[in-house]
């Protein structure tokens, strides 16, 4: 918990938001990986789980996650 928080307070606004979304987001990915393979019986496999965090992102986004939204428009552009 020591490094979220340190990460926390060295960002503000809409970073910060969006930081805290990511880290909650990257372990409900994991969290519902882990369980499909587990009760499922899939796999693991990260580009599954990657995929799925792309997806999960963008309903988030979508569901007015503006911290998440304001991160993601900073990425580059290939």
Not at 13 to 36: D, E, M, S, Y
Request: hydrophobic letters at 50%; glycine letters at 10%; proline letters at 3%.
């Amino acid at each position: 918990m020591d490094w979220w928080k340190m990460a926390s307070d060295t960002a503000g606004g809409l970073t910060c938001r969006g930081l805290n979304t990511l880290i909650i987001l990257g372990a409900w990915i994991l969290w519902n990986h882990r369980n499909r393979c587990v009760f499922d019986g899939i796999s693991p496999s990260l580009a599954a789980a990657l995929v799925q965090a792309g997806e999960e992102r963008y309903l988030w986004e979508l569901a007015g996650a503006k911290g998440l939204s304001f991160l993601t428009a900073l990425l580059p552009v290939d």
